[in-house]
DNA sequence: TGACACTATGTCAGATATGACATAGTGTCA
DNA sequence: TGACACTATGTCATATCTGACATAGTGTCA
């Protein structure tokens, strides 16, 4: 689901509101890269928290320092299910990511109040 | 992070609580599991919803009909991100996310009351 | 200054996920 | 019964992700 997406939704007639309430393609892109970065943050909070090291870090999780580095810059690489894996790793309780996703939410364009 | 994990944590000396509250890593995997079944079951409930079959959200995510199958069946070879994705072109918001994941946690043990 | 611990970035071989296809199963309507 | 729409399951080539490695950047302490 991710190359020529455009060009072909395009072909295919989408049109924002066509069911009503649909997102536009672009927007749920966006919305998944926020909730990716917000669980990022997440991770490097629970991290530090800890006073854990990236070294450290990847030992635990069976990775690589690198690879700790990408997850918390937010890294394209990094899929989303690597983020959740390390948080439940470190001890995040379902609750914790769910706030954390919930917190992902951009505070909407304000077009009325 | 997966294969051989258990007998290389091992080997590291893991032992639960050795950080305090961290979780083992197998529950963490329970965990995971459990959070994309509970997406699964999002993704059939909102497809429901729309009144949409198969292969038309195929179509909409720009994917084939049996990896809607797979998605909804919770089928290992389907990730997170994956779902996660098609949530939200199908107008899942944050929030609706974060919902469902915050209600896969298991109702736990119960060993004190 | 240098030595050190920590973090960031680029690359790549191997592992995993994906869309697509074929095909089988299930339910409904006539 | 057959025809049809829908869903499930298996397979596979290709795309994407991952851990590992090398190396560069950053901060701190002496």
């Not at 009503?20 to 997440?42: H, N, Q, T, W, Y």
């Not at 390390?86 to 954390?100: F, H, I, P, Q, R």
């Amino acid at each position: 689901m991710k190359k020529a997406k455009q060009t072909k939704l395009e072909a295919a007639g989408w049109v924002v509101g066509s069911v009503k309430d649909f997102l536009g393609l672009s927007e749920a892109d966006a919305v998944l890269i926020e909730m990716k970065l917000a669980l990022s943050r997440a991770l490097r909070d629970r991290r530090k928290k800890y006073g854990f090291s990236q070294v450290q870090l990847a030992e635990r999780l069976q990775s690589s320092q690198s690879r700790v580095a990408k997850m918390e810059a937010g890294d394209p690489s990094v899929s989303m299910e690597l983020l959740v894996s390390a948080l439940l790793l470190l001890g995040a309780s379902s609750t914790d990511l769910a706030n954390a996703i919930r917190r992902s939410e951009k505070s909407k364009g304000r077009h009325a109040a």
